[in-house]
């Protein structure tokens, strides 16, 4: 969840009322945030850095303000006290009226470019510094670290249009980056960026691409490299009048939330308030849509008994500009550009549960009653857990992710064989695919506890992922058990017997037809000759046996081991 951190003081003058701080903490509450911390940057960094590094530093009260994370419009002071004074009814929600040229170079990198101009603007201090801290919390929020989208802000009057956005081979962009003293080609950009502790972090989306977005004006100069740098010649400043704002994405959709959201909350600077003027194609859409509900819908759902007209009302206090359309109870509800977060009818229903004032909501017992059960396959795990513990098996929880190394070339399998289900962005190597076995988990357990006393005996009981074209999303779970036994000599009589007693506990009764046995099998994962098929009911289940000495090792293990891996499911 997002903390937007305001000037108790500038907020009260721009809300246009004083608060107590326990005042302040209700109205977030009834509006649906929460006032997470009152304090000062001197507090902070004397918190933080010790009451040297404090001396001198701004007393200022601020208020650190918890937003939901798909509440983009409150990101800023500006979206913030917008908010609050609709929800108060002290300003009616404002209405927002309305050549970027792509070549198709930029199809491979960052194909999608959205723009518009606030002209006329005029900024103080406080202003400015808000409108570079909306841009920052939308790059860590919706633009995901820049990779969806990113914001280039530019002094019109600094440069001409049409702009061109392409892409370039890095050694044929030249430019001087924003607050640099000289030209740089791109390649000597990323390098001088890998030490800077703010832009190093958004080198990767761009170091190994052949080709580097960059947009031109009309006389050749370089506005941005998206998603890196701006140009310094189009910095903006306080003087700024006239600004010409650029979003580059891979996500057309949030490009163009990204760039409404910059717009509406800034717009009220401008010599027209809440207008955006553009002579550039491409540019913002500010879009408007309108949802029809009931009002019986909303009263049921909520648990209130209001009348249409009135549930219009509290959408109102939302910014969601609502009215009655004459036919029985039914609301128009518009869906103004600030409110990318409303996608769906219990979105607008939320909001009017806000509205009402979630403590105002009639206390009522549910006209269903129903006796929660634990789930089946939870409850045989939670039975099987105890006695696997009584049997001298210690419990381990490992990561459900893990390297396509463990569950494939250290168990001497082939990856393609796996059934595995892949990340498509792995930040790590350790975490690339969901696991399809919980034998790997234990044996790197056993490689971090090898200094204990032996024997080392562990067990584990969780879901493992499987590809599945039969399911709807193409994967399934599957409960399984696995339990390791390390020491001097294998100890396969220790695994064989765990076997047993589990059985036993399932009521299970050895035998071919209704029981369970066990025969002979190949698994590389095993020594050839020391594995085992388990059966039950006539169905494999699993395996048990010595595992091979090229598993043990490549898991850093130097001792025997044995282990069994059984699917716990067909049981319940």
Do not use: W
């Not at 219990?346 to 017992?365: H, K, L, P, Q, V």
């Amino acid at each position: 969840m997002p903390t937007v951190s305001v000037k108790r003081d500038l907020l009260f003058e721009a809300l246009g009322q004083k608060y107590t701080d326990e005042e302040f903490d209700e109205l977030c509450f009834e509006f649906g945030l929460e006032l997470d911390e009152i304090t000062s940057e001197k507090e902070i960094l004397s918190r933080e850095q010790g009451d040297e590094k404090a001396e001198g530093a701004s007393d200022v009260v601020l208020y650190k303000i918890d937003v939901p994370a798909n509440r983009y419009d409150l990101l800023c002071l500006e979206g913030l006290v917008r908010g609050l004074q609709v929800f108060k009814e002290k300003l009616e929600a404002p209405r927002y009226k309305r050549r970027l040229v792509i070549t198709e170079e930029t199809a491979s990198v960052r194909p999608h470019a959205v723009a518009a101009v606030l002209r006329n603007i005029t900024f103080t201090q406080e202003r400015y510094e808000s409108f570079i801290e909306l841009q920052e919390k939308l790059h860590q929020n919706i633009c995901r670290k820049r990779t969806l989208v990113a914001i280039g802000t530019h002094d019109l009057d600094t440069i001409s249009g049409p702009f061109t956005y392409t892409a370039k081979p890095p050694g044929d962009i030249r430019f001087k980056p924003l607050n640099q003293s000289k030209e740089y080609t791109a390649a000597e950009l990323m390098s001088h960026y890998k030490t800077d502790s703010h832009l190093r972090h958004y080198l990767h989306i761009m170091e190994n691409e052949p080709l580097y977005p960059i947009i031109y004006d009309s006389n050749g100069i370089v506005l941005s490299m998206p998603p890196i740098i701006n140009g310094d010649h189009s910095k903006i400043s306080l003087n700024t009048k006239n600004i010409f704002i650029e979003c580059t994405a891979t996500d057309l959709t949030k490009a163009k939330i990204t760039l409404d959201m910059i717009v509406t909350m800034f717009s009220e600077y401008c010599d027209e308030p809440f207008t955006c003027v553009s002579s550039y194609t491409l540019c913002i859409e500010l879009a408007y849509r309108t949802e029809t509900l009931s009002g019986d819908f909303i009263n049921k759902r909520v648990g209130i008994n209001e009348s249409a007209e009135s549930i219009a009302q509290l959408l109102t206090r939302m910014c969601l500009r609502s009215e009655v359309s004459g036919e029985g109870d039914l609301i128009q509800v518009e869906i103004p550009p600030t409110r990318a977060d409303v996608i769906h009818a219990c979105d607008i229903m939320e909001d009017a549960a806000i509205a009402y004032g979630f403590n105002n909501i009639f206390r009522s017992t549910p006209r269903t009653y129903t006796v929660a059960n634990q789930l089946p396959l939870n409850k045989l795990t939670e039975l099987l857990r105890q006695d696997l513990a009584a049997a001298g098996f210690t419990e381990a929880l490992t990561f459900a992710l893990c390297s396509q190394e463990d569950i494939a070339d250290k168990l001497r399998k082939n990856i393609v064989e796996t059934r595995a289900v892949h990340i498509s962005n792995p930040k790590t190597a350790e975490f690339q695919v969901v696991r399809t076995c919980l034998l790997p988990g234990l044996l790197k357990t056993l490689a971090a506890n090898r200094k204990m006393p032996l024997p080392l005996k562990l067990f584990e009981i969780s879901d493992v992922v499987l590809k599945d074209e039969t399911k709807d999303v193409g994967a399934r779970n599957n409960r399984r058990l696995c339990a390791v036994y390390y020491n001097k000599s294998p100890g396969f009589e220790v695994i064989h017997g765990l076997l047993d007693r589990v059985m036993q506990l399932l009521d299970v009764k050895p035998g071919r037809n209704q029981g369970y046995h066990i025969q002979a099998a190949e698994d590389s994962t095993f020594f050839p000759g020391r594995c085992a098929e388990i059966f039950s009911c006539g169905k494999s289940i699993g395996h048990l046996g010595v595992l091979h000495p090229d598993v043990i090792s490549r898991f850093e293990l130097t001792m025997p081991c044995s282990a069994i891996d059984i699917d716990i499911e067909p049981f319940l």
